[in-house]
């Protein structure tokens, strides 16, 4: 068997643990907050205080280790907790490079409150290579951030590219993977030095949890800053979100392989649509970035799509209005379908255009999925 057990098999079994006591096959929830100390002064259990270690953490991080091929993982108690850190372990005056499509709240934080703590963020078109190469300031560049497929335009950035440019400038590739999850993509096989998840999104997939995730590929000094960042600031998740977390990852290969195809299927569709603009998928032979996206994407190309309707942002408020089926709501990554009138949230300095929607593809009958966008556009 080749690079067994599969993603499949590590998911289903959540890494087959078995609870030594009881034999439970489902871990249980561990509400305590301390932890007893040994007459010797040590913690031996290697627990001792739930900000610092939490053993509902442990199985979650360990399987995601393992679908990332990481040295080691860490869960935040939002997907902003997790991006956020890797910027907060480097020191003020430090540079990072990011794409000018990017999740917009991270965004807002590098041009907000990470510029006044004393970062430089420049923003380039990540699609081309160049301006990353030209953007990066010798010696004071420390990240080179991508998010690929990029909220909301599914944007993909060549990961390896990418990679070669960050180390060579001696820093490091950091990803968030959000959209595309371990399942389709796998940054670290591709050069990233850090993979980032909203595991909000798809990895716990019910939409009823927040958390967020980091994977490094090294347990070195910068990762135990992070740590720390962690540690000290208390962006931790609780027992109890980890717990529904780890039953979520359970099902996520099937989840995303479900969702990917629902996608692709709508996406064929609606680009042949009379009342749509364009169809933003990068599972489509006529996205921009299609190559990149069949190379580093396996197994499908992820279930977010945008939709530019004819018309305008008038025209698109009206379709989110007029659906049934799909559920008007932010966030993306659920069993059920969401769509989204974006500009109305990114607000002013958005790159993203009025007339799109933003559509989270879920797990329903792909049919009854299409009929209704039909009767919103007003075919
Ligand atoms: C791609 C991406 N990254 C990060 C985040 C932030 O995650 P959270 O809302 O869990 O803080 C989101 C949330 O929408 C996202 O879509």
Known sequence: MK???????????ALGWVEPRTKALVQPVHLATTFERDPDNEYSSGYSYIRNENPSWDQAEQLLTRLEGGAGSLLFASGMAAATSPFLALKPGDHVVAPE???????????????????????????????????????TTRIVWAETPSNPMWQIFDLTGLAEIAHAAGARLAVDSTAATPVLTQPIALGADLVMHAATKYLNGHSD?????????????YWRRIQAVRTSGGAVLGSFEAWLLLRGMRTLPLRVRQASANALFLAERLERHPRIAAVLYPGLPSHPQHAI?????????????????KGGAAAAIACAAKVKLWKRATSLGGVESLIEHRASIE??????????????????DKDELLADLDQALGA
């Open 3 to 13: 690079n067994a057990p599969s993603q499949d098999t590590l998911c289903a079994q």
């Open 101 to 139: 499509v990017m999740y917009w709240g991270l965004r807002k934080w590098l041009t907000g409150i990470g510029r006044d703590w004393g970062l430089a963020a420049d923003f380039v078109d990540m699609t081309d290579l160049a301006q990353v190469r030209s953007a990066i300031r010798p010696g």
């Open 293 to 309: 996206a069949k190379r580093q994407m396996q197994g499908g190309f992820g279930g977010m799509l945008s939709i530019q309707v």
């Open 209 to 221: 949890v927040l958390a967020g995730t980091l994977t490094t590929t090294r347990d070195d000094e």
């Open 347 to 364: 607000g002013v300095g958005s790159p993203v255009p009025g007339d799109l929607l933003r559509l989270s593809t879920g797990i329903e």
